[in-house]
Nanobody, 118 residues
Framework: QVQLVESGGGLVQPGGSLRLSCAAS????????LGWYRQAPGKERELVAL???????TYADSVKGRFTISRTIGMNTVSLQMDSLEPEDTAVYYC????????????WGRGTQVIVSS
């Protein structure tokens, strides 16, 4: 089992930047992918970005070119640099970790709120 704790959320004006971080602990040797999902009010949780142990990245089309995901070598921290934020980015952002076989028992953080508003 992997424990995840997010930090870095808050209120930012449109066009601004925020950096989210997630501290991971537990069975890190088994983790293959770390990432971020988000859930806006009244909407389903959606993928934002993923990064694998071999540094392959995946981004939602809506954040490509604006968000950058990174991780530490030991897979104990995953960060999300968010630039050019838009009101549509307002959501609760959840940290995610998964180990093979993928999708069978992922770990989730409790979430951190991001509000983009003037």
């Amino acid at each position: 089992q992997v424990q995840l704790v997010e930090s870095g959320g808050g209120l930012v004006q449109p066009g601004g930047s925020l950096r989210l971080s997630c501290a991971a602990s537990g069975r890190l040797f088994s983790v293959y992918v770390l990432g971020w999902y988000r859930q806006a009010p009244g909407k389903e949780r959606e993928l934002v970005a993923l990064i694998t142990r071999d540094d392959r990245t995946t981004y939602a089309d809506s954040v490509k070119g604006r968000f950058t995901i990174s991780r530490t070598i030991g897979m104990n921290t995953v960060s999300l640099q968010m630039d050019s934020l838009e009101p549509e980015d307002t959501a609760v952002y959840y940290c995610h970790a998964d180990s093979p076989p993928l999708g069978t028992n992922p770990s989730w953080g409790r979430g951190t709120q991001v509000i983009v508003s003037s």
